[in-house]
């Protein structure tokens, strides 16, 4: 940029030698008629390549040699004509009134081309402002920009606290922190805190500062320097894109306190929904007992009182399921795993079935040769107990429940099939919740989940007859251990 600016500097002293040369060396061609259009046209052009103060004097130098060689009495500054007297005056201010205008519509020019330039960054902010997720990641360009554009200022410092800058003194601190909570601009020239040597100017959105620009040194007038303007507009721009991050944020919040509130009552639905019916089937047992127990045989008796024992039994599995929910549903949730056979998981839910007195046992089939799974013992004994029991309590026969416990991609896969009601249209996607699992398949979803596994259901396509569960544990995890 130097460079350029001293070869139109040069360039504008050459223009101005030659035509001293020629009004001092006049041929036949240069007169005193046309001598004067002649300077004009040359003191125009080269008032555009130099200062204003200079382009003038050079002017006046001009003038004063076309009055020293072609007015008479030639050699001398004297004018006997006063017709002489208008046209040198004349001269003088065409002169220096074309060198003004040329020179302030050169100066308006270049302030066009510099606001077209900041208005282009003010377009290239804030389409980069709409690309990004977290403003504050743009904090350092926003500083260099307006570290570019900041004319006379020492240094140029944006934070969104002042806790973050390291190089600002104590009361450069204090003045930071109002700026922030005033959301106003501080400093020279502003009519807040006039007396500062630096200008603050707030990152403002809508309803706050979301941080604050420290224009540090320089003499900085706030209401005529035109960069302060685009300045605040960038700023600006920042801060209502923090405001929008924030909106989002709080939008997001409470779309998710609302789902889980809607989660919770429909936990608490389920609940109620589940232990209805066996705490209705006690009540109604234990009623009959009190009630007629003077005409009631010994077999009815006991039958109503295995009945409340078997609902009874019901509701505490409820009850489990509840607790173990409500354990998995907690944040940052750690179960503890350990390599488990297949085989004797299995074994212990068909121990556990024998023992509650199930009318009918599933039909089991385990394939020979199956890794160990890395889980937790319990909570898949939970699941599978789940699976079965609803299976049994929908299937379409006795006997008709089948689980299958198979190795396929790299997972082991536990199928509990069932003849019963099957699933169409929207129920698959809802799995067997429409059948009463209820919070069961919250349970065998959440543990699923804990595991890295998956569970799902389905139906045959065609007879539509029967569903199938089906909960598989992945094996990565076992052979990395292994290895």
């Known amino acids: ?63 004063l040699m076309f009055n020293y060689q072609m007015v008479p009495p030639v050699h001398t500054f004297h004018v006997d004509l006063h017709e002489h007297g208008i046209l040198l005056i004349t001269m003088m201010s065409v002169s220096w009134l074309v060198t003004y205008l040329l020179r302030r519509q050169k100066q308006i020019a270049a302030l066009e081309r ?37 004319e006379g200022c020492a240094q140029v410092v944006v934070e969104f606290t002042a806790t973050e800058v390291d190089s600002l003194n104590a009361a450069q601190i204090k003045a930071f922190n109002a700026c922030l909570k005033e959301n106003k601009a501080l400093g020279k020239s502003t009519g807040r805190y006039d007396n500062l040597e630096d200008l603050y100017l707030p990152m403002r959105g809508k309803s706050k500062a979301y941080g604050v620009c420290v224009c540090v040194g320089g003499d900085v007038d706030f209401n005529e320097t035109l960069w302060v303007r685009d300045a605040q507009a960038l700023l600006d721009q920042m801060g209502l894109a923090c405001e929008r991050r924030d909106n989002v944020l709080r939008a997001q919040s409470a779309r998710e306190s609302a789902q889980t509130q809607k989660t919770r009552s429909l936990f608490l639905t389920s609940i109620a929904h589940d232990q209805r019916t066996p705490l209705a089937s006690i009540m109604t ?168 596994g998956r569970l799902s259901f389905s139906s045959p396509a065609n007879s539509g007859q029967g569903v199938l569960a089906t909960f598989a544990l992945p094996l990565a995890a076992v052979q990395d251990n292994n290895t």
């Not at 040369?21 to 046309?34: C, E, G, K, Q």
């Not at 078997?310 to 409820?318: D, G, I």
């Open 1 to 63: 940029m130097k460079s350029i600016t001293l070869l139109t500097g040069v360039l504008g002293i050459a223009l101005w030698a030659t035509l001293m040369l020629v009004l001092a060396y006049p041929h036949d061609w240069v007169t005193i008629s046309n001598a004067p259009v002649v300077l004009i046209l040359v003191s125009s052009i080269y008032s555009l390549l130099l200062p204003l103060a200079l382009s003038l004097a050079l002017s006046a130098l001009a003038v």
């Open 114 to 150: 510099q606001q077209a330039q900041r208005t282009l960054q003010l377009m290239q902010w804030s389409e980069k402002l709409r690309e990004v997720d977290k403003p504050e990641q743009l904090l350092s360009d926003l500083q260099q920009l307006l570290l570019g554009m900041a």
């Open 285 to 452: 047992s234990a009623s009959a007992i009190l009630e007629q127990t003077d005409r009631l045989s010994k077999d009815e008796i006991r039958h109503y009182a295995e009945l409340i024992q078997e609902e009874s039994q019901q509701v505490a599995r409820l009850t489990d399921n509840t607790l173990t929910l409500a354990r998995l549903s907690g944040e940052q949730v750690q179960v503890p795993m350990q390599l488990e056979s297949v085989e004797d998981m299995v074994a212990a839910v068909l121990q556990r079935l024998r023992k509650r007195k199930t009318l009918y046992l599933p039909t089991v089939k385990v394939d020979a040769g199956l890794p160990l799974v890395n889980c937790n013992m319990v909570l898949v004994e939970q699941v599978l107990d789940n699976l079965i029991d609803n299976a049994m309590k929908h299937s379409g026969a006795p006997g008709s429940v089948e689980l299958l416990v198979l190795q396929q991609q790299g997972e082991v896969v536990f199928q509990v099939a069932d003849r019963g009601q099957g699933m169409q249209g929207q129920h698959k996607l809802q799995g067997d919740e429409f059948r009463g699992l209820g919070i069961g398949l919250q349970l065998c979803h959440a543990v699923a989940q804990v595991h890295s």
